[in-house]
Protein backbone atom coordinates (compact mmCIF):
# COMPACT_ATOMS: atom_id res chain seq x y z
CA UNK A 1 0.00 0.00 0.00
CA UNK A 2 1.49 3.51 -1.16
CA UNK A 3 1.87 5.37 2.29
CA UNK A 4 -0.53 9.05 2.19
CA UNK A 5 -1.48 11.59 4.60
CA UNK A 6 -3.84 11.06 6.87
CA UNK A 7 -6.08 13.19 7.81
CA UNK A 8 -3.97 15.01 5.82
CA UNK A 9 -2.17 17.85 7.69
CA UNK A 10 -3.85 19.72 10.62
CA UNK A 11 -3.92 22.10 13.01
CA UNK A 12 -4.27 21.49 16.96
CA UNK A 13 -6.18 23.56 18.45
CA UNK A 14 -5.33 23.43 21.78
CA UNK A 15 -5.40 26.82 22.41
CA UNK A 16 -5.95 30.05 20.10
CA UNK A 17 -3.85 29.50 17.57
CA UNK A 18 -6.08 31.85 14.87
CA UNK A 19 -2.60 34.34 14.14
CA UNK A 20 -0.92 30.89 12.55
CA UNK A 21 -3.81 29.49 10.09
CA UNK A 22 -2.57 30.97 7.43
CA UNK A 23 1.31 29.23 8.12
CA UNK A 24 -1.04 26.39 8.16
CA UNK A 25 -2.24 26.68 5.32
CA UNK A 26 0.94 27.44 3.47
CA UNK A 27 2.79 24.35 5.20
CA UNK A 28 0.12 21.89 4.70
CA UNK A 29 0.04 23.28 0.59
CA UNK A 30 3.93 23.02 0.41
CA UNK A 31 3.94 19.35 2.08
CA UNK A 32 0.61 18.40 0.18
CA UNK A 33 2.42 19.27 -2.93
CA UNK A 34 5.63 17.62 -2.76
CA UNK A 35 4.83 14.71 -1.08
CA UNK A 36 5.35 12.57 -3.79
CA UNK A 37 8.71 13.83 -3.64
CA UNK A 38 9.47 13.75 -0.53
CA UNK A 39 7.58 10.18 0.20
CA UNK A 40 10.23 8.22 -0.88
CA UNK A 41 12.89 9.39 1.20
CA UNK A 42 12.44 7.60 3.85
CA UNK A 43 10.39 3.54 4.98
CA UNK A 44 7.32 4.79 6.30
CA UNK A 45 4.05 3.10 7.38
CA UNK A 46 0.65 2.97 5.02
CA UNK A 47 -0.86 6.37 6.77
CA UNK A 48 0.71 9.44 8.50
CA UNK A 49 -0.67 12.08 10.50
CA UNK A 50 1.31 14.89 10.18
CA UNK A 51 0.33 17.54 12.67
CA UNK A 52 1.20 21.03 13.34
CA UNK A 53 0.70 23.47 16.54
CA UNK A 54 3.66 26.14 18.64
CA UNK A 55 5.94 24.37 20.76
CA UNK A 56 6.61 25.91 24.01
CA UNK A 57 9.84 27.68 23.58
CA UNK A 58 12.26 25.44 24.96
CA UNK A 59 10.56 22.24 23.02
CA UNK A 60 12.17 20.56 20.24
CA UNK A 61 11.22 21.43 16.58
CA UNK A 62 9.43 18.19 16.34
CA UNK A 63 8.32 15.06 18.26
CA UNK A 64 7.71 11.43 16.09
CA UNK A 65 4.59 9.95 17.89
CA UNK A 66 5.24 5.86 17.24
CA UNK A 67 5.06 5.02 13.78
CA UNK A 68 1.83 6.79 13.06
CA UNK A 69 2.33 10.38 13.44
CA UNK A 70 4.61 13.54 13.64
CA UNK A 71 4.06 16.65 15.37
CA UNK A 72 5.86 19.75 13.99
CA UNK A 73 6.43 23.31 15.53
CA UNK A 74 4.36 25.57 13.36
CA UNK A 75 5.98 28.82 14.41
CA UNK A 76 9.01 28.60 12.46
CA UNK A 77 10.18 29.24 8.94
CA UNK A 78 8.66 26.79 6.15
CA UNK A 79 12.56 25.29 5.89
CA UNK A 80 13.21 24.71 9.53
CA UNK A 81 9.42 23.14 9.81
CA UNK A 82 10.69 20.30 6.24
CA UNK A 83 14.01 19.97 7.57
CA UNK A 84 12.15 19.14 10.99
CA UNK A 85 9.33 16.91 9.43
CA UNK A 86 12.37 15.20 7.05
CA UNK A 87 14.44 14.22 10.65
CA UNK A 88 11.35 13.16 12.41
CA UNK A 89 10.22 10.59 8.93
CA UNK A 90 13.50 8.98 9.83
CA UNK A 91 12.16 8.32 13.70
CA UNK A 92 8.97 6.81 12.14
CA UNK A 93 11.15 4.78 9.56
CA UNK A 94 13.28 3.66 12.95
CA UNK A 95 10.06 2.72 14.64
CA UNK A 96 8.88 0.80 11.42
CA UNK A 97 11.69 -1.27 11.40
CA UNK A 98 11.79 -2.16 14.75
CA UNK A 99 15.06 -0.05 14.94
CA UNK A 100 13.99 2.02 17.70
CA UNK A 101 11.35 0.72 20.10
CA UNK A 102 9.85 2.36 23.36
CA UNK A 103 8.15 0.99 26.32
CA UNK A 104 6.78 2.49 29.36
CA UNK A 105 8.80 1.27 32.88
CA UNK A 106 6.51 3.50 35.46
CA UNK A 107 6.64 6.68 34.09
CA UNK A 108 9.71 6.42 32.24
CA UNK A 109 9.83 5.91 28.79
CA UNK A 110 12.49 3.42 27.90
CA UNK A 111 14.32 3.08 24.58
CA UNK A 112 15.66 -0.03 22.67
CA UNK A 113 18.10 0.67 19.77
CA UNK A 114 18.68 -2.15 17.49
CA UNK A 115 17.76 -4.20 20.17
CA UNK A 116 19.78 -2.92 22.74
CA UNK A 117 18.41 -1.50 26.05
CA UNK A 118 19.38 2.81 26.20
CA UNK A 119 17.42 3.07 29.47
CA UNK A 120 15.21 6.07 29.94
CA UNK A 121 14.69 8.24 26.77
CA UNK A 122 16.57 11.47 27.41
CA UNK A 123 15.12 14.51 26.34
CA UNK A 124 16.53 17.96 25.24
CA UNK A 125 16.76 20.31 28.42
CA UNK A 126 17.67 23.64 29.15
CA UNK A 127 21.62 23.04 29.69
CA UNK A 128 24.61 22.12 27.11
CA UNK A 129 25.20 19.04 28.98
CA UNK A 130 21.60 17.58 28.90
CA UNK A 131 21.14 18.57 24.68
CA UNK A 132 24.79 16.71 24.41
CA UNK A 133 23.02 13.52 25.51
CA UNK A 134 20.57 13.68 23.95
CA UNK A 135 22.21 14.37 20.64
CA UNK A 136 24.54 11.22 21.39
CA UNK A 137 21.57 9.22 21.06
CA UNK A 138 21.98 6.67 18.09
CA UNK A 139 18.55 7.30 16.39
CA UNK A 140 19.32 10.99 16.79
CA UNK A 141 22.53 11.26 15.00
CA UNK A 142 20.87 9.17 12.51
CA UNK A 143 17.82 11.29 12.00
CA UNK A 144 19.94 14.32 12.60
CA UNK A 145 22.38 12.70 9.78
CA UNK A 146 19.28 12.16 7.20
CA UNK A 147 17.61 15.35 7.70
CA UNK A 148 19.64 17.68 6.27
CA UNK A 149 20.45 15.44 3.04
CA UNK A 150 16.92 15.20 2.42
CA UNK A 151 15.90 18.33 2.42
CA UNK A 152 18.83 19.30 -0.01
CA UNK A 153 17.63 16.15 -1.98
CA UNK A 154 14.32 17.94 -1.95
CA UNK A 155 15.60 20.99 -3.15
CA UNK A 156 17.33 19.75 -5.47
CA UNK A 157 14.21 18.21 -6.98
CA UNK A 158 11.73 21.73 -6.72
CA UNK A 159 14.20 24.48 -5.70
CA UNK A 160 14.78 26.30 -2.31
CA UNK A 161 12.66 26.21 0.25
CA UNK A 162 12.62 29.61 1.74
CA UNK A 163 12.49 30.14 5.76
CA UNK A 164 10.65 33.14 6.10
CA UNK A 165 7.11 33.01 8.72
CA UNK A 166 4.06 34.96 6.86
Given at each position: ???T???????????????????????R?????????I?????????????????P??????????????????????????????????????????R????????K??????G????P????????R??????????????????E??????E????P??????
Open positions: MKPITNPVTLEHHGSYKHLHRQCARVEFIETHWDKLPMADIPGDLNIRLRPLKRRIAGNGSLATGVMLDISRGLRDIISTLMHELVHVEQFKQGLKTTCVGRTVCYWKDCWGMRLPGNTKSADKYDEQPWEKEARDRQKMTIGLAMIGIPNDIL
